[in-house]
């Protein structure tokens, strides 16, 4: 039959693992990121951001990587705990002015206990 | 910690109809935003508002859509008519003006609105 709405690509992990979740954006002129977590039938919560001035960003457990070359983001989750299990996006801002944000498809992340 | 509240957390209306969904953004916040989900999609920008104007709009917020801050603490998301397709859930969003959280956006917990 026929499918609605996106597959979300899912990453398992076993608790205790790191957690690495992938983003590709298209826009060049993109010059700011964030992550948002998503648990079921709640609003997207902030997690880190970066500018496209740095490449790197350290938060707790949590760190986001931005290479401008590929127009690639990732944000990896260390020591993954069971309450880390969600949806995370990637948003990118163009122009930054904060008005406007494009978000990504989202993947699914499952821990294991 | 202030958060973003939204009402009602889930509206049933029949196609045609008009319905006002609402928000309480945080309180010293002056951006305010509201994006749709649809089922199993991924978040779309609908709209952002500051000081009494809309500031950025989608290709989705056609002349069916509409926003208001009628007051000092609340803003709402108008659809005159309402079609099948905009069944989906409603995020309101704000973000402070000043500081190191310059940029972060605040997010509610989400109408889920369903036209049938």
């Known amino acids: 039959g026929e499918s609605v709405g996106l597959h979300l690509p899912t990453l398992s992990v076993q608790e205790g693992d790191n957690s690495i979740i992938n983003c590709a954006y298209s826009n060049s002129a993109s010059d700011y990121f964030i992550w948002y977590k998503q648990e079921s039938g709640k609003g997207p919560q902030f997690i880190i951001d970066?500018?496209?001035?740095?490449d790197k960003r350290q938060g707790q457990r949590v760190t986001v990587l931005l290479n401008k070359t590929v127009k690639h983001l990732s944000l990896q989750i260390a020591a993954t705990q069971p309450g880390d299990s969600a949806v995370y996006f990637c948003a990118e801002n163009i122009g930054g002015n904060f008005n406007k944000f494009y978000f990504g498809s989202g993947t699914k992340l499952n821990v294991k206990p | 910690e202030p958060e973003v509240t939204q009402t009602p957390s889930h509206q049933v209306t029949q196609m045609g109809q008009e319905v006002i969904l609402r928000c309480v953004p945080i309180s010293n916040h002056l951006y305010f935003y509201w994006y749709r989900q649809i089922l199993g999609q991924k978040v779309e920008f609908l709209v952002s508002f500051y000081n009494n104007e809309i500031s950025e709009k989608s290709e989705i917020f056609d002349d069916q859509f509409s926003v208001e801050r009628p007051d000092g603490s609340n803003f709402t998301l108008k659809i005159r008519s309402t079609k099948l397709e905009d069944s989906a859930m409603y995020f309101c969003a704000s973000r402070a003006p000043l500081g190191r959280t310059q940029e972060t956006q605040y997010f509610g917990p989400g109408t889920r609105l369903l036209v049938l």
């Open positions: 970066i500018r496209s001035n740095m």
